[in-house]
């Protein structure tokens, strides 16, 4: 009986995560200069909480970068990779707030919320202090994988497969061998 309230829980917050517009991957937009500076995954964690993740870094001078100003399990840590916003709150359909949001480039750690466009094509992410007209906002956009990168990915994926196919069976076991 517990085993199965238990999993009826997990689906019902599993199938909340898959419908929110919030859910997905976005570009953010520097608000200095408004060049593309990163994509991130956003997603809702096992206590249903969303969270986001620095996937990609766009700007050339970004990339290798690690959290250097950050503080405590922060510090040093790669930005690619990097949990950078944690703990928002659903209050509505596209709309999540009460959570902290890390700025990897000065360390600081604020208080958050974002909600998604209408059109769920973009999203203003608010970072502040103490109150909410104390802070900046960022509008994100929905990120599309360029045709070029998936396409490559695909091909790349299916040179693979010819390759382990066309491979005669004693080279694939010597390589085996010699692992």
């Known amino acids: 009986m517990k085993k199965s309230i238990s999993a009826l829980a997990f689906s019902l917050l ?10 997905g991957q976005w570009v953010t937009i520097d608000d200095e200069d408004g060049s ?25 001078k970004d990339q290798g970068k690690s959290c250097e100003k950050c503080p405590d399990d922060f510090k040093d ?7 950078f916003m944690w703990g928002l709150e659903k209050e509505g359909e596209g709309e999540w707030e009460s959570g902290r949001i890390l700025d990897p480039k000065s360390g600081s750690i604020y ?7 209408e059109d769920g094509q973009s999203l203003s992410v608010r970072g502040y202090i103490g109150v909410s007209w104390i802070g900046r906002s ?15 990915e695909a091909v790349s994926a299916d040179s693979s497969a010819e390759t382990a196919e066309a491979a005669p069976a004693e080279t694939t076991a010597e390589t085996a061998a010699a692992e």
């Open 138 to 152: 960022q509008k994100w956009l929905r990120y599309e994988a360029p045709i070029a990168e998936t396409a490559a």
């Open 111 to 117: 208080k958050s919320q974002l909600e998604v466009a």
């Open 77 to 83: 840590q790669p930005v690619e990779g990097l949990t």
């Open 36 to 60: 593309q500076a990163s994509v991130v995954d956003i997603n809702i964690n096992e206590e249903g909480k969303l969270q986001g993740t620095i996937v990609k870094l766009l700007r050339e």
């Open 14 to 23: 599993s199938s909340v995560a898959m419908a929110d517009p919030a859910v």
